[in-house]
């Protein structure tokens, strides 16, 4: 969101803007390096602390508002095509996952990381991360919940086995497709 204030002016009895100059930063340097689109370096308590504050802001919110309902419909698909419709479990989460990818693709750009980057050059790497995240996630998952299911949980019913596979692999999507979106699919 932007101010309709000059970068260094606050309103009266405003904290001060994350943007403004810092009065301990060298000469020329301010915070505004902070809010670019390049994680700070993580080093000890304090690199952790940064990387966490760039990775928490308004775009998380927003991505996970508009990726809760996607998933939701994509987790509903996908169980209803895997267990109803006998569709195998991969084939109904591409097809879930194409499908939700439209409209994420559309509000994430437009609101989550408010994206002037080049509508050719976003799709294609958009595209691009939406099939790898799913691959490895799927990946991840196609051999760690077997493995769950052979020593944790033997005997669990096939429906509850399904949607353990399906919460598993749109958690891995969901962090790893975050990371993409905010690093490298949206970046002018």
């Given at each position: ?90 084939w ?7 499908t939700?990818s ?6 994430n ?80």
């Open positions: 969101m932007k101010s309709d204030f000059p970068q260094n002016a606050q309103p009266q009895g405003a904290p001060p803007s994350p943007v403004a100059a810092d009065a301990n930063a060298p000469t020329g340097q301010n915070n505004a390096a902070n809010q670019s689109n390049t994680p700070p370096p993580a080093t000890g308590t304090t690199g952790l602390r940064q990387l966490f504050a760039f990775f928490w802001d308004r775009s998380l919110l927003i991505f996970l508002i508009i990726g809760g309902l996607n998933t939701i419909i994509s987790m509903a698909g996908s169980f209803a095509l895997n267990n109803y419709a006998h569709w195998p479990l991969f109904s989460m591409v097809f879930m996952f194409a939700c439209v409209p994420s693709f559309y509000f750009r437009k609101y989550s990381f408010q994206s002037k980057a080049p509508l050719a050059q976003s799709i294609l790497r958009f595209s691009t991360l939406v099939t790898v995240c799913f691959l490895v996630s799927y990946g991840l998952n196609y051999l760690v919940v077997p493995w769950m299911y052979t020593h944790w949980f033997p005997g669990i019913h096939p429906l509850f086995y399904s949607a353990i596979r399906i919460v598993g692999i749109q958690a891995v999507f969901t962090i790893l497709n975050y990371m993409g979106q905010r690093l490298w699919a949206f970046k002018e």
